[in-house]
């Protein structure tokens, strides 16, 4: 198949783009959200054969690189209440599930305590929610 251009139109009047470079927020993405001057060093020094890159416009901010490196504040230590003055005088309990697949035992619930005084966390699966009293005393002794 063959195409022809007709003389009839000057050849101003057209072009032809047989090979885009791809822009910086292109290679961005290909990349794994590297960073611009990473991805910039890299073509300036020749460390990719080919790597062609259209440098023409200024990148836009990236959503996804700003939600990745956000960080959350830090919970405040404070304590309302009473302190404990011994180990497992005051704990606390949750009790989650029952989740939707179950551990390599059958356990479908997670309860998790936490002694006040010690700060010491445990982590327990159960098959039944029932179990979680029998747990929480065995754990106290």
Not at 28 to 57: N, P
Not at 69 to 77: A, E, M, R, S
Not at 84 to 99: C, N, Q, T
Request: charge should be negative; include cysteine.
């Amino acid at each position: 198949m063959g195409y022809t251009h007709s003389k009839e139109h000057s050849s101003d009047e057209y072009s032809l783009l047989t090979h885009a470079a791809p822009s910086l927020l292109t290679w961005h993405k290909q990349l794994g959200h590297l960073g611009y001057g990473a991805i910039i060093d890299m073509a300036r020094l020749g460390m990719t054969k080919g790597m062609l890159m259209d440098l023409s416009t200024t990148p836009p901010v990236c959503e996804h690189c700003v939600l990745g490196k956000q960080t959350k504040n830090p919970i405040p230590q404070a304590h309302g209440g009473k302190w404990a003055k011994g180990p497992l005088d005051i704990v606390y309990s949750d009790l989650m599930g029952p989740e939707d697949v179950p551990t390599l035992g059958g356990s479908t619930y997670i309860m998790n305590i936490i002694d006040d005084y010690s700060i010491f966390p445990w982590g327990f699966t159960l098959k039944r929610k029932s179990d979680a009293q029998q747990v929480f005393q065995d754990q106290k002794t």
